[in-house]
């Protein structure tokens, strides 16, 4: 099997969608961290390699650029469409808080991606790792901020975009903390004209994805703002958007924390005990409305541009001497929406091999 590394044209060019012109990329090999990153030698689906920054050529292992490559696993059509949507994509749209492509590959039943390194690793590495100096108050909501605008970029494209699968696991952070979208694989074109939504399959990650695309498979941009509504609860609180280890209502994020997010007296009860109160009371009670109205029912909830508004608003500055004390432990059995869950096993790109976590994604199939 030969080695492959097909490096983005720097023209504005779109990437091909067929699969066939696919298949027409430069057979360079990449170097990893200490040997060629061949094809057959990748045994996960991410790793280190180095290329020129000028000509986009291998570069000696510590020197250049260093990128990530991600390789997709196998699993058929879908996995190749998964491919194709990243490559399309990524190699149209440039913002600052989307994560760069820089090369991709089609080699048989291999697919590679090769995009820029980012070193901080994911959100959800920061957040949930065992042993992970906790996030302060500002770094969470510079990241959450750059979030939101990397989603409102997408909303506000002169062809809408919907994510579709925001979560911690694909908000990468570069060595500064800002913040970049990663995994396009599930992106899907907004709808156009007179259409109020796009009818699609409904996949996703469970405890993200937005309640009426589970219903009804009817995709909107909304969709998109319920999941970052999550996001920014696991964010204020430190939990999981979905929590096995917990009995009843507290297994959903969701179900657990809304009854507090609108009482400015009992929200200290559910914030992130790691932050020891160091956050400004007023901010974080605003970022907990904008999350609650994130998650509410989509005709009322805002629009990414109107999130984003809030977040930049918000003032970062820790407060100290406040009571953290235990979180409530009433448990309250809240019923899951009626869906079946198949795995489909759909990695986030690019974080530090060292920080990587295999998140989990979901094709939800409702059950009729």
């Not at 808080?97 to 959100?123: A, F, P, Q, T």
């Not at 995709?219 to 939990?239: A, K, M, Q």
Request: hydrophobic share 35%.
């Amino acid at each position: 099997m030969g080695n492959c590394f097909g490096a983005r044209s720097r023209s504005n060019t779109h990437p091909t969608s067929s699969a066939s012109d696919a298949t027409k990329v430069s057979s360079t090999p990449l170097h990893g961290s200490s040997d060629k990153c061949k094809l057959e030698s990748l045994r996960t689906p991410r790793s280190e390699g180095w290329i020129d920054e000028q000509t986009l050529g291998v570069a000696r292992p510590g020197s250049g650029m260093v990128v990530a490559v991600k390789k997709l696993k196998p699993e058929g059509f879908q996995g190749h469409k998964e491919w194709l949507s990243e490559v399309n994509y990524l190699g149209q749209l440039h913002h600052p808080n989307l994560v760069k492509l820089i090369g991709y590959c089609l080699d048989g039943d291999n697919r590679l991606l090769v995009y820029e390194y980012m070193s901080k690793g994911s959100l959800e590495n920061h957040l949930f790792r065992r042993g992970a100096q906790p996030l302060p108050w500002a770094t969470r909501i510079k990241v959450v901020t750059g979030a939101a605008r990397g989603l409102a970029f997408l909303h506000e494209s002169e062809q809408q975009v919907i994510y579709r699968d925001f979560k911690a696991s694909n908000v990468l952070l570069d060595s500064d903390f800002n913040a970049k979208l990663s995994d396009f694989g599930l992106a899907k074109a907004g709808p156009t004209g007179d259409h109020t939504h796009v009818s699609t399959q409904v996949l996703g990650t469970q405890g993200y994805a937005a309640p009426e695309y589970l219903a009804t498979g009817r995709l909107t941009s909304r969709c998109d703002v319920y999941s970052f509504g999550v996001v920014l609860l696991e964010v204020l609180t430190g939990r999981h958007a979905v929590d096995k280890t917990k009995s009843g209502m507290e297994q959903i994020l969701v179900d657990w924390a809304r009854p507090y997010l609108g009482d400015r007296r009992k929200l200290f009860l559910i914030m992130d005990t790691r932050l020891r109160g160091q956050y400004p009371h007023r901010a974080a009670y605003t970022a907990a409305l904008l999350a609650l109205q994130c998650i509410r029912e989509a005709k009322v909830r805002p629009n990414m541009s109107e999130v984003l508004a809030t977040l930049e608003q918000l003032p970062v500055a820790r407060h100290s001497h406040s009571p953290s004390p235990s979180r409530s432990t009433t448990s309250t059995t809240h019923p899951m929406p009626n869906s079946s869950l198949t795995h489909n096993h759909h990695h986030s790109p690019l974080a530090s091999p060292a920080g990587y976590s295999h998140g989990t994604s979901y094709s939800l199939q409702v059950e009729t």
